[in-house]
């Protein structure tokens, strides 16, 4: 089956370093996505890696390791506006190119 | 460029009732996707359209259903509806490249209540 997993919440402090876990099983992989998603408002995208490695833009940071089918989204000196729903999405390469999502990470920064 | 709209915003109906949701992609996407977001069950994929054509499918029933016009529009047609189709519809554009980072450009929503 296709699935992704990730934390259901976060908290965290202004200024503090948080990390946001995702775990895939899919048939196919084309590479893993992350979107933030404030209420009301439309998600938008924050990054992709298709490549084992960090890629790094601005304070936001994701990575991937193919061989454990893990990647994680870093998000650095936290700031309120940063209080949003994270998804991770993997575009699965054996379902037509479907992009698949997580459940979504609900992180809250505290002041 | 302007970005992904949705029409309506908002929207009530009741139980048995049909909708018609409208999405108007980023000028030059060809590709546009629609999904599906509930509480705990995060964005569950609906359907992609790409150059008039359904490309891909998810896993909801047949009352579901969508169809995209030449100048790339979509609409998405659910019918005799049910309380658990209360939800935010979302949809996405991208230029339909696929097998890359196709980047989703998402629109606002339409939030649907079925009561």
């Known amino acids: 089956g296709q699935s992704l997993e990730q934390p259901s919440e976060v908290t965290a402090v202004e200024g503090a370093i948080v990390q946001i876990n995702c775990t895939y099983q899919?048939?196919?992989?084309?590479?893993l996505s992350w979107y933030q998603h404030h209420d009301g408002g439309a998600p938008t995208f924050l990054s992709y890696?298709?490549?084992?490695g960090l890629e790094e833009t601005g304070r936001f940071s994701s990575f991937l390791s193919r061989s454990d089918s893990y990647g994680y989204l870093l998000l650095q000196e936290l700031q309120m506006k940063d209080s949003a729903s994270y998804f991770c999405?993997?575009?699965?390469?054996?379902?037509?190119?479907?992009?698949?999502f997580g459940q979504g990470t609900e992180l809250s920064v505290k002041p | 460029k302007a970005g992904v709209t949705q029409t309506p915003r908002y929207l009530i109906k009741t139980r048995g009732q049909q909708v018609t949701l409208s999405c108007s992609p980023i000028?030059?996407?060809?590709?546009v996707s629609w999904y599906q977001q509930t509480p705990g069950q995060g964005l569950q994929f609906l359907f992609e359209?790409?150059?008039?054509?359904?490309?891909n499918k998810g896993n909801f029933p047949g009352r579901f259903s969508g169809r995209q016009f030449s100048n790339s529009r979509s609409e998405m047609n659910v019918s005799t509806l049910e309380l658990g189709d209360s939800a935010l519809y979302l949809c996405?554009?991208?230029?339909?490249?696929?097998?890359?980072?196709?980047?989703?450009?998402f629109g606002p929503g339409t939030r649907l209540t079925v009561l």
């Open positions: 996405a554009s991208s230029s339909g490249t696929s097998g890359s980072g196709d980047t989703q450009y």
């Open positions: 899919t048939s196919g992989f084309y590479g």
């Open positions: 890696n298709a490549l084992d």
């Open positions: 999405a993997v575009r699965d390469s054996n379902q037509g190119g479907k992009l698949i």
């Open positions: 000028s030059g996407h060809r590709s």
């Open positions: 359209y790409f150059s008039e054509t359904q490309r």
